[in-house]
Nanobody, 114 residues
Framework: QVRLVESGGGSVQAGGSLRLSCTAF????????MGWYRQAPGKQRELVAS???????NYADSVKGRFAISRDGAKNTVSLQMNNLRPEDTATYYC????????WGQGTRVTVSS
């Protein structure tokens, strides 16, 4: 059983930065493809970034050039560096695997004010 725990959210002004972290507990071995999702109030959850075990990354157009995903296989962690944040980035952020989904964690809330 894998438990995903996200942290690092907070409130920032537009143009600010945050770094989110996700730790997978109860997992031994390499993680699958991992990703960061977000869900804004009243909207569907969307995948904003993903990273393969080999380190290849993909980003949604809305965050390309501003967000950077990384992973540490030894620590079972996945991080999301978010720069130049915009009010439209306001959402609850979750990590999970797009290819082999685990149970969702509680997420971490990001609020960006203008």
């Amino acid at each position: 059983q894998v438990r995903l725990v996200e942290s690092g959210g907070g409130s920032v002004q537009a143009g600010g930065s945050l770094r989110l972290s996700c730790t997978a507990f109860g997992y031994i071995g390499r993680l699958n493809v991992m990703g960061w999702y977000r869900q804004a109030p009243g909207k569907q959850r969307e995948l904003v970034a993903s990273i393969t075990t080999g380190g290849s990354t993909n980003y949604a157009d809305s965050v390309k050039g501003r967000f950077a995903i990384s992973r540490d296989g030894a620590k079972n962690t996945v991080s999301l560096q978010m720069n130049n944040l915009r009010p439209e980035d306001t959402a609850t952020y979750y990590c999970n695997s797009p290819t082999n989904p685990y149970d969702w964690g509680q997420g971490t809330r990001v609020t960006v004010s203008s």
